[in-house]
């Protein structure tokens, strides 16, 4: 398979990013990992991470922004800050990053993945 | 080759490394929560945000057998008018769950013994005095004995069906409150023990009392005269009861039997069982509350007008709900605990209620007789009798299960190990199924007969239930079980072996009453509420009544010139004039004017002398009033307390010693008291100098020279911690005025009790007003998490209204509960 760049890259990422959105809502909060998976195989060099971070921090921030516009997510995110025993001028923002920072993280860490699996089958292929 | 095995090297290791992440994110480290699950956005803690948004307009409530409307007004207050009784009541569960359901878990936990199960070791001693003190035994009994055809069991069952209505569409829907998910449990569901387990926890944290075990502790170090004469029956100093008593003083000190000190194993199951109550019976430290009530002729609209504002722990949430609830059966308005299916204070149609803790004295402790010759027995009535063991399994979060045994004789659960084993016996040890029933009674109440009579059926914790009606009646009664013992001292630990046992209890007629009185005003503020000539021991100074000085500063202000209002009602709940000030600052002066002072000390003496006594945040004379109060205490009783070796800080029981000072400064000047041991002769004038310049010298090195800048609230903070313990979740601390006794009571540092809600009830125009400091909901995320605390900050009362009121509010959102 020829590696993903420019619209499909993207395109690759907007749909990623739906599907990890999507399995959040039937609480399958672990589909970033295996969505960056598929991202490592499908791209090359720095394209992979950056992508399947992305993807990850964009499925885990879609469900935040949709619920911004009818409920105090702010707010939320103040007392969720707290939980975490974030320092006051802080709260919020440590919610959120934190909370975006898990997708990203679980689709970074699934790049890695695919992305070694993907070199090592170039090596057998050659071999 | 070698690049083979290096880039699968490399795939393991990336396939390690993501299993890893999975693996913390998803489970978790050790007792802590998994950050995936915590932050997942659909799922996680960011469903308070959702749920803190306005409700549908209508819902579902299998169960229901009627529509039922429930309005919320701007205050997030249920207006509930249902067909039917049940339907009410099955509401009023739904919307407990929904807004407090957390609350609830925790408060049956606690009640349970099942607190460490979530949060660990740290909680397990707790859980295993609570069952010790056997709530959950009691309860269990109280639902079985309630029969079939009482109202209160069609009542509970209702609610339960209602609050497990909720728990289930939270689960299906995964809302559960935050604190669930951040403590990563599950509620289990409600029962109707659970309603009853609630009453057992108020009872504990209002009438459990330690007095006698301190006593023992008291005559061992003090010695028996010194206990007596510091800590009598009587008040030393000046009080207001409500309620007149029968006759004769004699019956009252009869339980005077000369204390002996206890042999040495004795002390050391006093000493053990004080050691496991630090946390009970709290309200004993703190206790304050105050009610009030005027007739016709003292307030402005010509009926009467009633107030009432109990203090407690203050917690966000708190521990009030408040509701209006409409059906065939009831129409009431007030305050609800969330687990509980009752108003607790409140008014209705007719009638409103209030109450206050009596702290009469209604737990005794036996020390029961026991032999290595009879193991696992104890002595009582000349036989000797099994302890009953329980046996209970804790789950403690990461460590398994811990194993428990309680023992149980005749008298209660054994506090103490196996010899000597001191038992206690405990108003929540009592089984009372008529509790709920004496409470919706007195929601149908609709005059002081049909009043008194729910309250007949009323075990405890005993209350000082203030009471008003259209019909221009106010009345104070304080009915309950009031031990009455065969023989012995009950302020003491008594023998165990059944000659000193309870046999009955104040008769119902006799408990302290006061109905529509010749001075037209009633007060309860926790004094003791009968006096000298009243013919039953109803405990002492030491940890039960209130030193009086809020009872007298409401009745001073109830008895100033000039009809009352609703404002005045107001203004006196948020009063910070301090009774004690008042009485003792011309000896002050008096003693401080022929001293020799320097130029400070003698500002801080002229700024006191043009003081009234008011606790305000902004005074310099209350701070200098309250440092010297403080040295004044400590330099008469704490060289008492070093030379005698007393094994409890004397500010444990500060009550008596601040009553016996007042009493001693004004009338009794060269009581022995001020002399510490050893050291030359001391007065009270003398004393009172020394303790005022260690006070300007204490200001000085703390707040610098400008006696301007000393300003109480820079000493004295109030703070509302949040129940769950988060920090950020929580108030303050912030300035604030009042002291411990203050009208606005605010005792500690800082202070986490208070005003728990502020009523007040005007008959003249039918109207009722209400605030609490938090909000309804406990999702830190809605706008009713705190939304009410400016209002009761600044001491503003907001509309208690009915439901067709309510509706009318721009901010009322009206939803339809369907079957």
């Given at each position: 398979?020829?590696?993903?760049?420019?619209?499909p890259?993207?395109?690759?990422?907007?749909?990623?990013?739906?599907?990890v959105?999507l399995?959040?809502?039937?609480?399958?909060?672990?589909?970033a990992?295996?969505?960056?998976?598929?991202?490592?195989?499908?791209?090359?060099?720095?394209l992979?991470?950056?992508l399947?971070?992305?993807a990850g921090?964009?499925?885990?921030?879609?469900?935040?922004a949709?619920?911004a516009m009818?409920?105090?997510?702010?707010r939320?995110?103040?007392a969720i800050?707290a939980?975490l025993?974030a320092?006051?001028?802080?709260?919020g923002?440590v919610?959120?990053v934190?909370t975006l920072?898990i997708?990203?993280?679980?689709g970074?860490?699934?790049?890695?993945?695919?992305?070694s699996l993907?070199?090592?089958?170039?090596?057998?292929e050659r071999g | 080759?070698?690049?083979?095995?290096?880039r699968a090297?490399?795939?393991l290791?990336?396939?390690?490394?993501v299993a890893?992440?999975l693996?913390?994110c998803?489970g978790?480290?050790?007792s802590l929560?998994?950050?995936a699950?915590?932050?997942?956005?659909?799922?996680?803690?960011?469903?308070?945000?959702?749920?803190?948004a306005?409700?549908?307009?209508?819902?579902h409530l299998p169960?229901?057998?009627?529509?039922?409307t429930v309005?919320f007004d701007?205050s997030?207050?249920?207006h509930?008018?249902?067909?039917r009784?049940d339907?009410?009541?099955?509401?009023?569960?739904?919307l407990?769950?929904r807004?407090?359901l957390f609350e609830?878990d925790?408060?049956r936990?606690?009640a349970?013994?099942?607190l460490a199960?979530?949060?660990?070791l740290?909680?397990?001693?707790?859980?295993?005095?609570?069952?010790d003190?056997?709530?959950?035994?009691?309860?269990?009994?109280?639902?079985a004995?309630?029969?079939g055809?009482?109202?209160a069991r069609?009542?509970?069952?209702?609610y339960?069906?209602?609050?497990?209505?909720?728990?289930?569409?939270?689960?299906a829907?995964n809302?559960l409150?935050?604190?669930f998910?951040?403590?990563?449990?599950q509620p289990?569901p409600?029962?109707?023990?659970?309603?009853?387990l609630l009453r057992?926890?108020?009872a504990e944290d209002?009438a459990?009392?330690k007095?006698?075990l301190q006593a023992?502790?008291?005559?061992q170090?003090?010695?028996?005269?010194l206990?007596?004469?510091?800590f009598?029956?009587?008040?030393?100093?000046?009080?207001h009861p409500?309620a007149?008593?029968?006759?004769g003083?004699?019956?009252?000190?009869?339980?005077?039997?000369?204390a002996?000190?206890p042999a040495?194993?004795?002390?050391h199951?006093?000493?053990?069982a004080?050691?496991?109550?630090?946390?009970?019976?709290?309200?004993q430290?703190f206790?304050?509350?105050n009610?009030?009530?005027?007739?016709?002729?003292r307030?402005a609209?010509?009926k009467p007008?009633?107030?009432?504002?109990p203090?407690?722990?203050l917690t966000?949430?708190?521990?009030?709900?408040q509701?209006?609830?409409?059906?065939p059966?009831y129409?009431v308005s007030g305050?609800t605990i969330?687990g509980?299916?009752?108003?607790e204070?409140?008014?209705?149609?007719?009638?409103?209620?209030?109450a206050?803790?009596t702290?009469a004295?209604?737990t005794?402790?036996y020390q029961e007789k026991?032999?290595p010759?009879h193991?696992?027995?104890?002595?009582?009535q000349?036989e000797?009798?099994?302890?009953?063991?329980i046996?209970?399994?804790?789950?403690?979060r990461?460590?398994?299960i811990?194993?428990?045994?309680?023992r149980?004789t005749?008298h209660?659960?054994v506090?103490?190990?196996?010899?000597?084993s001191?038992?206690v016996?405990?108003?929540?040890?009592?089984p009372?199924?008529?509790?709920?029933?004496?409470?919706?009674?007195m929601?149908?109440a609709?005059?002081w007969?049909?009043?008194t009579?729910a309250?007949?059926?009323?075990v405890?914790p005993?209350?000082?239930?203030t009471?008003a009606?259209d019909q221009?009646?106010i009345?104070l009664?304080?009915?309950?079980?009031?031990?009455?013992?065969?023989?012995g001292?009950?302020s003491?630990p008594?023998p165990?072996t059944?000659e000193?046992?309870?046999?009955g209890s104040i008769?119902f007629?006799q408990?302290p009453?006061?109905?529509?009185p010749?001075d037209?005003v009633?007060?309860?503020?926790?004094?003791r509420?009968?006096?000298?000539?009243?013919p039953?021991f109803?405990?002492?100074?030491l940890?039960?009544?209130?030193?009086?000085?809020?009872a007298s500063?409401i009745?001073?202000q109830?008895?100033?010139?000039g009809?009352l209002g609703?404002a005045?009602m107001e203004?006196i709940q948020l009063?910070?004039?301090?009774?004690?000030?008042?009485?003792l600052l011309?000896s002050?002066l008096k003693?401080?004017?022929?001293?020799?002072?320097?130029?400070?000390q003698?500002r801080?003496r002229r700024?006191?002398a043009?003081?009234?006594g008011?606790?305000?945040a902004s005074?310099?004379?209350?701070a200098i009033w309250?440092?010297?109060?403080?040295?004044y205490?400590?330099s008469v009783?704490?060289p008492?307390w070093?030379?005698r070796?007393?094994?409890?800080?004397?500010?444990?029981?500060?009550?008596?010693?601040?009553e016996?000072?007042?009493?001693?400064?004004l009338?009794?000047?060269t009581?022995?008291?001020?002399?510490p041991?050893?050291a030359?002769?001391r007065?009270a004038?003398?004393?009172?100098v020394?303790?005022?310049?260690?006070?300007?010298?204490?200001?000085?090195?703390?707040?610098?020279?400008d006696?301007?800048?000393?300003r109480w609230g820079d000493?004295?903070?109030?703070?509302?911690?949040?129940?769950?313990?988060v920090?950020?979740?929580?108030?303050g601390p912030v300035?604030?005025?009042?002291?411990?006794?203050?009208?606005d009571a605010?005792?500690g540092?800082?202070s986490?009790h208070?005003?728990?809600?502020?009523m007040v009830v005007?008959?003249?125009s039918g109207t009722a007003?209400?605030?609490?400091?938090?909000?309804q909901?406990?999702d830190p995320?809605?706008?009713?998490?705190?939304d009410?605390?400016?209002?009761?900050?600044?001491g503003?009362l907001r509309?208690?209204?009915?439901?067709?009121d309510?509706?009318r509010?721009?901010?009322?959102v009206?939803?339809r509960l369907?079957?």
């Amino acid at each position: 398979v020829s590696p993903l760049r420019g619209w499909p890259a993207l395109a690759a990422l907007l749909a990623a990013g739906t599907i990890v959105a999507l399995t959040l809502l039937a609480g399958d909060w672990w589909v970033a990992a295996p969505a960056g998976f598929i991202l490592g195989i499908l791209t090359r060099g720095l394209l992979a991470p950056v992508l399947a971070g992305a993807a990850g921090l964009l499925g885990w921030g879609i469900p935040l922004a949709a619920m911004a516009m009818q409920a105090p997510v702010g707010r939320a995110a103040v007392a969720i800050g707290a939980i975490l025993g974030a320092p006051d001028p802080l709260r919020g923002a440590v919610a959120v990053v934190l909370t975006l920072l898990i997708g990203a993280l679980l689709g970074l860490a699934g790049s890695w993945a695919g992305v070694s699996l993907r070199r090592l089958s170039e090596v057998q292929e050659r071999g | 080759m070698e690049r083979r095995i290096t880039r699968a090297a490399a795939l393991l290791l990336a396939l390690v490394v993501v299993a890893g992440l999975l693996w913390v994110c998803g489970g978790g480290v050790r007792s802590l929560p998994a950050p995936a699950r915590l932050l997942d956005p659909v799922n996680g803690l960011w469903t308070m945000a959702p749920e803190a948004a306005s409700p549908p307009q209508t819902l579902h409530l299998p169960g229901l057998r009627a529509q039922t409307t429930v309005t919320f007004d701007g205050s997030g207050v249920p207006h509930v008018q249902a067909a039917r009784d049940d339907d009410l009541f099955l509401a009023l569960g739904y919307l407990h769950a929904r807004d407090r359901l957390f609350e609830m878990d925790l408060f049956r936990r606690q009640a349970e013994g099942r607190l460490a199960e979530i949060l660990g070791l740290e909680a397990l001693s707790t859980d295993e005095l609570q069952l010790d003190l056997g709530l959950v035994r009691t309860a269990q009994t109280e639902w079985a004995r309630l029969p079939g055809t009482s109202p209160a069991r069609a009542a509970v069952l209702a609610y339960t069906a209602g609050v497990n209505a909720r728990i289930r569409e939270d689960e299906a829907t995964n809302r559960l409150p935050a604190m669930f998910k951040a403590l990563g449990y599950q509620p289990w569901p409600w029962a109707p023990v659970d309603s009853m387990l609630l009453r057992g926890l108020l009872a504990e944290d209002l009438a459990y009392q330690k007095g006698p075990l301190q006593a023992v502790r008291l005559d061992q170090s003090l010695g028996t005269a010194l206990t007596a004469q510091w800590f009598p029956t009587l008040p030393p100093n000046e009080q207001h009861p409500y309620a007149s008593g029968g006759s004769g003083r004699a019956a009252l000190e009869a339980p005077a039997v000369a204390a002996s000190t206890p042999a040495d194993d004795a002390q050391h199951a006093v000493a053990t069982a004080l050691a496991r109550l630090p946390s009970v019976g709290r309200h004993q430290l703190f206790g304050a509350s105050n009610s009030w009530a005027v007739d016709g002729t003292r307030s402005a609209g010509g009926k009467p007008l009633m107030a009432n504002d109990p203090h407690l722990s203050l917690t966000l949430p708190s521990i009030w709900y408040q509701v209006d609830l409409e059906s065939p059966g009831y129409r009431v308005s007030g305050v609800t605990i969330p687990g509980a299916p009752v108003v607790e204070i409140g008014r209705n149609r007719h009638i409103s209620w209030g109450a206050t803790d009596t702290q009469a004295q209604a737990t005794l402790y036996y020390q029961e007789k026991t032999d290595p010759d009879h193991p696992d027995q104890y002595l009582w009535q000349g036989e000797w009798r099994p302890f009953i063991k329980i046996p209970y399994e804790i789950p403690v979060r990461g460590q398994g299960i811990a194993r428990h045994v309680t023992r149980i004789t005749v008298h209660g659960p054994v506090l103490t190990g196996e010899s000597p084993s001191l038992a206690v016996d405990w108003v929540a040890d009592s089984p009372a199924p008529g509790s709920y029933d004496a409470l919706l009674g007195m929601m149908r109440a609709s005059g002081w007969t049909s009043f008194t009579d729910a309250l007949r059926a009323w075990v405890g914790p005993i209350q000082n239930w203030t009471y008003a009606d259209d019909q221009g009646n106010i009345g104070l009664i304080a009915p309950g079980t009031y031990p009455v013992v065969a023989g012995g001292d009950p302020s003491r630990p008594l023998p165990g072996t059944g000659e000193d046992d309870v046999v009955g209890s104040i008769p119902f007629g006799q408990v302290p009453m006061a109905f529509d009185p010749p001075d037209h005003v009633l007060v309860s503020a926790n004094q003791r509420p009968v006096g000298p000539d009243y013919p039953f021991f109803i405990g002492g100074t030491l940890d039960t009544f209130d030193p009086g000085y809020r009872a007298s500063e409401i009745l001073s202000q109830l008895q100033a010139p000039g009809r009352l209002g609703v404002a005045d009602m107001e203004r006196i709940q948020l009063d910070t004039r301090d009774q004690l000030a008042v009485r003792l600052l011309p000896s002050l002066l008096k003693a401080l004017g022929s001293a020799g002072l320097s130029p400070q000390q003698d500002r801080a003496r002229r700024a006191l002398a043009g003081w009234d006594g008011r606790m305000d945040a902004s005074s310099s004379p209350a701070a200098i009033w309250e440092t010297f109060w403080d040295a004044y205490l400590k330099s008469v009783f704490q060289p008492w307390w070093s030379a005698r070796h007393v094994p409890l800080p004397y500010q444990e029981v500060n009550v008596p010693l601040t009553e016996d000072l007042e009493a001693w400064t004004l009338h009794d000047p060269t009581n022995p008291a001020f002399t510490p041991p050893g050291a030359a002769a001391r007065t009270a004038p003398g004393a009172m100098v020394a303790a005022f310049q260690s006070a300007v010298g204490e200001l000085q090195a703390r707040s610098g020279d400008d006696i301007a800048g000393w300003r109480w609230g820079d000493l004295h903070h109030r703070a509302i911690p949040s129940l769950a313990q988060v920090a950020g979740l929580g108030y303050g601390p912030v300035p604030s005025g009042g002291d411990a006794l203050t009208p606005d009571a605010a005792g500690g540092e800082p202070s986490v009790h208070g005003p728990s809600w502020r009523m007040v009830v005007d008959w003249g125009s039918g109207t009722a007003y209400g605030i609490y400091p938090g909000g309804q909901s406990e999702d830190p995320a809605s706008d009713h998490y705190r939304d009410q605390l400016g209002d009761w900050l600044s001491g503003r009362l907001r509309p208690m209204l009915w439901a067709g009121d309510a509706a009318r509010q721009p901010a009322a959102v009206t939803v339809r509960l369907g079957p």
